[in-house]
């Protein structure tokens, strides 16, 4: 919640400043600037640069600044949890009305460092509360038995902490974190948490950097990262593939004949809304957990949505595109391969990259599943050791893969079909 | 024989819900090898069925359709069509386009290029032949579509409102590219239009057609297009002739859509 108002607030401080900044500086007189009806003009909303740089950065700043990385400054950092040294001072009372002062020393560190405690001076520890110490790591909180801090006096209750008089299931604030007293006479201490994410919920950006580097290098499991990805890759592309041999000439095919639309289209109308993943366990049962399957499940992913892209490619042929072909002297086949076929290829590309788009979503969610290799399959064994840095390097790298594909895509509809949309 | 036979036509369309729709009526008319023929009338007259069933798009209820002897039975190289837009392959270059013809034939290509070349040439298109069809004007994309059909060298040219979405400057050029191929190829052509101005410019025989049922109304044989060829067309239109003749068919045209418009207020 906190970090959804921060995330709001930055929106808002880099909008309103970029258009204070921008009405100082600059004057443009391109067509946009001289409209006066902006608003509700679609044409005169563009995607501003400015604010994406700084919509990516400020998620990478919220990211450091909430993981207390090294890569921004430390006025930045939110609030972290309490590390260091701290001491709990309590005093506990007998049934015939004496009391006794202890004193528990905790030392808080992360979890990659050692505990730097001094060993306690037990000559100096009269009375029959006993002093502690105590070795915590940060986020943690622990339980300080009664029985440990009152050995010899099983009858001495924990009356005061800090100073201040505690009673069971009551609280102690204290500098350092509070103290909890259970029903039971024992103390629980949790120091404070501070805003900050544990590492092994989210790690810190050069955490994950450094397991980048480190996995590019010597891989993970014995599978090195660039043979996670190719082989997802492999898989997609080789899925893609065959769903695209086979589901254009049937598209074409229920595009021109009454009876092959007629026998397929309730196949293809019934199985386009089921999504692959929901296929993922027949697949399994059927083909097994190897290659087999999950070419098998990305073919299906992909089929469908080339076989309604390729038929409604050959549907939107103007029929007077049709009758001049003929008039000009084509037959059916040179009717098929210089006018339908080309003509429904902007259809095509825009099926191809959405199915693109679903197979590398569905491959990498048939890797979580099972697979021995892959990019799923790095981020799923990752997780089982909870190595969120891993997790989170994966997801980095699936996403810019993913986007990559699509940019690729467009470049060659770019290229292949210039027409797109200017007929 | 030769020339196009249009032979006591009849088209009848059934519609889904039971009625049906004459569209045509006992239509015939004869056109001589190299007439310029253009058809005139209120929509809904049955003329872009007409000329559909010319070109073999639709097969009529009764009658039929002979060229140069032979019954016409479906598409065909030899009866061209121009269309009023979006008939040309946008996915080739202008020169592609009209080639189209040509190739489907297996024209050589050092045959169809020099074809090509020329027509390019006569349209006005000289520097725009490798340019994309979708970087061209209206006017200039309609200039490729008479190309297109004239590299097939068809016996008849079809013309369905081929000037219908230009603007008045634009279509009053093309006006005269329309009589200026027709006298240097002497082809036979059919055009459909509804300006009645263009229909008198672009037509040695006039035909009107009427609604409800689709059925020829009028003839005429008109000097204008021989004396528009080569000339001033605003001359041609300045004619007393030509002011006195659209006149004339404005006011049937008038009348007969004042006739549907009663006849469906009556019969709503």
């Not at chain 1, 501003?48 to 930045?76: D, E, H, K, Q």
């Not at chain 2, 729709?21 to 929509?43: F, H, R, T, Y």
Request: a neutral charge; one cysteine or more; glycine letters at 8%.
């Amino acid at each position: 919640m906190t970090i959804l108002l921060i995330y709001v607030a930055i929106f808002a401080a880099a909008m309103t400043g970029y258009s204070l900044v921008r009405g100082l500086f600059t004057r443009k007189h391109d067509f946009t600037s001289l409209k006066t009806v902006t608003f509700g003009d679609e044409s005169a909303v563009s995607s501003n640069r400015v604010a994406s740089i700084i919509s990516v950065l400020s998620i990478f700043l919220i990211w450091c600044s909430f993981t207390g990385s090294t890569l921004v400054p430390g006025f930045l950092h939110v609030p972290g949890p309490f590390v260091g040294k701290a001491s709990i001072a309590y005093q506990a009372t007998a049934p015939d009305g004496s009391t006794d002062d202890g004193i528990i020393l905790v030392d808080v560190h992360q979890a990659s460092e050692a505990a730097d405690l001094a060993p306690l001076d037990a000559a100096a520890d009269v009375g029959f509360a006993r002093d502690r110490s105590l070795d915590m790591v940060a986020w943690r909180s622990t339980l300080i038995s009664r029985n440990d801090l009152l050995p010899d006096a099983p009858e001495a209750v924990i009356t005061s902490v800090d100073g201040r008089p505690v009673t069971p299931n009551g609280e102690i604030e204290i500098p350092s974190g509070l103290v909890r007293m259970t029903d039971k006479g024992s103390l629980a201490f949790e120091p404070a948490k501070g805003w900050q994410m544990e590492p092994i919920w989210l790690p810190a950006p050069e955490t994950v950097v450094a397991r980048f580097i480190e996995i590019s290098k010597n891989g993970y499991q014995n599978v090195t990262l660039w043979e996670n990805l190719s082989w997802s890759l492999y898989r997609v592309l080789v899925g893609f593939f065959l769903g695209s041999i086979v589901g254009v000439p049937l598209g074409y095919a229920m595009g021109l004949n009454s009876w092959f639309r007629g026998w397929f289209d309730p196949i293809v109308e019934f199985m386009r809304p089921v999504p692959p993943l929901a296929l993922i366990p027949l697949i399994i049962i059927w083909f097994g957990i190897w290659e087999t399957g999950k070419i098998s499940l990305l073919f299906l992913a992909a089929l469908w949505i080339m076989v309604i892209a390729a038929r409604s490619g050959v549907s939107g042929v103007r029929i007077t595109k049709v009758h001049a072909a003929y008039s000009l002297g084509a037959s059916k086949w040179q009717l098929l391969t210089r006018v339908i076929v080309p003509n429904s290829l902007p259809e095509i590309f825009t099926g191809a990259r959405v199915a693109m788009g679903v197979c590398w979503g569905t491959v990498v969610a048939a890797e979580l599943v099972a697979a021995e290799k892959g990019a799923g399959k790095m981020i799923i064994a990752a997780s089982k050791f909870q190595n969120t840095d891993i997790v989170i390097m994966g997801i980095i790298l699936i996403g810019i893969i993913g986007y990559s594909i699509d940019i690729l895509m467009r470049m060659a509809e770019k290229w292949l079909i210039p027409w797109k949309g200017k007929a | 024989m030769s020339g196009l036979k249009i032979d006591n036509i009849s088209m009848r369309f059934e519609l889904p819900n039971g009625g049906s729709v004459q569209a045509l009526q006992n239509v015939s008319l004869d056109i001589a090898k190299g007439e310029l023929m253009s058809v005139l009338g209120p929509s809904g007259c049955g003329k872009t069925t007409l000329l559909n069933i010319v070109a073999g798009f639709l097969a009529p209820t009764s009658g039929r359709v002979e060229l140069n002897g032979h019954v016409v039975t479906g598409p065909a190289a030899e009866r061209g069509m121009v269309f009023q837009q979006g008939a040309l392959f946008e996915w080739m270059s202008v020169r592609k386009n009209v080639s189209f013809g040509p190739d489907m034939k297996g024209m050589p290509k050092a045959q169809s290029r020099e074809i090509v070349d020329h027509l390019l040439d006569t349209v006005g298109l000289r520097d725009f032949k490798d340019k994309a069809v979708y970087e061209l004007s209206g006017g200039m994309q309609q200039r490729v579509a008479l190309a297109r059909c004239l590299a097939n060298d068809p016996d008849v040219i079809l013309m369905d409102e081929p000037l219908g979405a230009l603007d008045a400057l634009t279509r009053e050029k093309m006006q005269g590219l329309v009589l200026k191929l027709w006298k240097e190829t002497g082809k036979t052509i059919i055009l459909i239009t509804h300006s009645v101005e263009e229909a008198l410019l672009l037509g040695e025989r006039l035909v009107v057609m009427a609604p409800r049922p689709g059925r020829l109304h009028r003839e005429y044989r008109l000097p204008f297009a021989e004396m528009g060829v080569n000339a001033d067309l605003r001359q041609v239109k300045k004619h007393p002739d030509f002011a006195s003749k659209r006149e004339e068919i404005l006011s049937m045209i008038w009348d007969m859509e004042e006739e549907i418009m009663g006849r469906t207020e009556s019969v709503a």
